[in-house]
């Protein structure tokens, strides 16, 4: 059983040359692949236009194997670190393998599904979408912009990565289990929402604070939105600005 280190350290080599923040979208996209059972490996990251024009030849001018892409050097979001390929590494730690209907780690779901669909979570582009040539172990990440742009020497702009790093401690952020400490503030609260419901109680809740309600009861620290009192409405409202009703799901 590989850790998630070990798994990293075989893509390691080909994610260098990427550009920084794809770089980071793809191994994230390792890790949270990792966490569903899925072991991700990167085979393509960053070519050179000559790189790019020797796969461009192969299956042309007499080459009988098959072709492999269509774009030519300077023609590929590989060339300018935008782009990287992966395939599947089985359980034995060695094996690589590019099946999309396989299914590793028996959960009825094949493995490749899995990739792509976490990919598409990071806001990535999957080359198994296109049209025409689908390219199956492609993921990419062009920002609106087209290979001339990039060949022009247009880059995205800051704004745009801030984008795709605030995506990533989104996801991060959803995923990560309530701490003891979280627990444990979220039972005082519960306790205090008990407190404050037997005083004071409203006979409606205020509009101002229906939403706020909405989102308590969801996360399971209401029983009932009604028969609050005024401090009650106006500490679940504040409380829900704070987002501490959305986050993670408020399993407790």
């Known amino acids: 059983m590989l850790t998630l280190e070990q798994l990293r350290k075989k893509s390691e080599q080909r994610l260098n040359g990427l550009h920084p923040v794809f770089k980071q979208v ?69 094996t690589v393998s590019w099946d999309t209907l396989k299914d590793d780690d028996k959960n009825s779901l094949p493995d490749w599904s899995e990739v792509v669909e976490e990919a598409k979570r990071l806001g990535l582009e999957w080359g198994g979408d296109w049209r025409s040539f689908k390219d199956m172990p492609h993921l990419q990440m062009t920002f609106g912009l087209s290979t001339a742009d990039f060949r022009a020497g247009k880059r995205p702009t800051q704004s745009q990565l801030n984008t795709i790093l605030a995506k990533i401690n989104s996801l991060k952020m959803e995923d990560e289990p309530m701490t003891a400490e979280e627990k444990a503030a979220f039972k005082a609260l519960q306790k205090r929402v008990i407190a404050l419901e037997s005083a004071n109680k409203l006979t409606k809740v205020p509009a101002w604070a229906e939403q706020a309600c909405i989102n308590a009861k969801a996360a399971g620290v209401l029983d009932t939105m009604n028969d609050g009192s005024y401090d009650f409405y106006r500490l679940v409202t504040l409380l829900d600005r704070t987002g501490v009703f959305t986050k993670g799901g408020v399993a407790l």
């Open 26 to 94: 793809m191994e994230e996209l390792i890790e949270r692949c990792y966490a569903r059972g899925v072991w991700v490996l990167i085979t393509q990251g960053l070519r050179t236009y000559a790189e790019q024009d020797a796969l461009y030849a192969q299956g042309r001018n007499g080459d009988k194997r098959p072709k492999v892409t269509k774009a030519r050097g300077g023609y590929s979001n590989h060339n300018f670190g935008f782009a990287a390929d992966f395939a599947l590494l089985l359980r034995d730690g060695r």
